[in-house]
């Protein structure tokens, strides 16, 4: 059976990301979404709010078929570690441009150095998807502005939500 995880911060997932993960699910028997706890990031959603996201996106966005082999879980410290508990053997990253490469370049051989029975596979952005990160999906949400068709439902109810608490909050106004 063909293991992958696919290690990032998700603070929040968006289509690009459920993409990877849809697209990752039909080639590997397996996916396992690794919601990092990243104390040098400070994050709007904290990571039991990300994995409830992220597993209502799947189970309400993704095909059954393709849910049913999808598992969310939480770690911190070395992807190569969180891939060895889980029985991993492939790491899922995604490409959106050139500077993304740079630095995921740099990890993969990084990884392989640390555990060289695990492999990364990339995945490329879907054209659609090529402009999204979570941190422009804050950035507007921040604003008020739409987010709709860039992250899934789950996210776009919790994002209306905080910028309503921001918007009513005039120290952060
Ligand atoms: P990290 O903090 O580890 O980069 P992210 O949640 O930002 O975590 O991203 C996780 C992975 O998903 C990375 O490999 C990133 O390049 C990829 N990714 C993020 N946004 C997109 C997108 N729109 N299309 C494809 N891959 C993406």
Do not use: C
């Not at 396992?32 to 990031?41: D, E, F, W």
């Not at 990364?120 to 921040?142: D, G, P, Q, W």
């Amino acid at each position: 059976m063909s293991v992958s995880i696919y290690p990032g911060s998700f603070d929040p997932i968006t289509y690009g990301h459920l993409d990877i993960v849809e697209r990752a699910a039909r080639v590997f028997d397996r996916v396992i979404v690794a919601v990092l706890r990243n104390p040098r990031k400070a994050a709007l959603f904290d990571e039991a709010d990300r994995v409830e996201i992220i597993r209502r996106a799947i189970e309400e966005e993704l095909p059954p078929e393709v849910a049913r082999r999808v598992s969310i879980v939480r770690f911190d410290g070395l992807t190569v570690e969180a891939a060895r508990q889980h029985g991993a053997e492939f790491v899922v990253r995604g490409l959106r441009a050139m500077s993304d490469f740079e630095t995921e370049l740099q990890m993969a051989h990084f990884n392989r150095k640390l555990a060289p029975g695990i492999d990364t596979v990339f995945f490329m952005t879907a054209l659609e998807h090529a402009y999204l990160s979570s941190s422009l999906v804050k950035e507007i949400a921040r604003f008020g502005g739409d987010v709709g068709g860039m992250v899934p439902a789950a996210v776009a109810e919790r994002l209306r939500s905080v910028a309503a608490e921001w918007s009513g909050d005039p120290a952060v106004g």
